[in-house]
């Protein structure tokens, strides 16, 4: 069993930056494809990122590339969210999730999720 706990969320205008993080336990960290979703009211979770577990293969949502980095650190069984370029869009629930496949980009690969983090973007 997996546990998640995401941190880093808030609120912040548009344009500025934001740095999640998700901290993993419980299980073997590299074993795992790490993602990034988000919920916003009255909407659908959506995919944002997703990394391989060796930080090899990162994959985007076409609406955050260029503005989004996922990260991971093994070491410290993290993985990380930047995000610069904020917008009012991007306003949501931000979950971190673990899918053990070498390649997940729908929530139903992932078998665990943590409670999710506000961000905020204000106009």
Do not use: H
């Not at 979770?45 to 503005?67: H, L, M, P, Q």
């Amino acid at each position: 069993q997996v546990q998640l706990v995401e941190s880093g969320g808030g609120m912040v205008q548009a344009g500025g930056s934001l740095r999640l993080s998700c901290a993993a336990s419980g299980g073997t960290f590299t074993s795992y494809t790490m993602g990034w979703f988000r919920q916003a009211p009255g909407k659908e979770r959506e995919f944002v990122a997703a990394i391989s577990w060796s930080g090899g293969t990162r994959n985007y949502a076409d609406s955050v590339k260029g503005r989004f980095t996922i990260s991971r650190n093994n070491a410290r069984s993290t993985v990380y969210l930047q995000m610069n370029s904020l917008k009012p869009e991007d306003t949501a629930v931000y979950y971190c999730a673990a899918a053990p496949y070498v390649s997940a980009m729908t929530p139903d690969l992932y078998r665990y999720w943590g409670q999710g983090t506000q961000v905020t973007v204000s106009s």
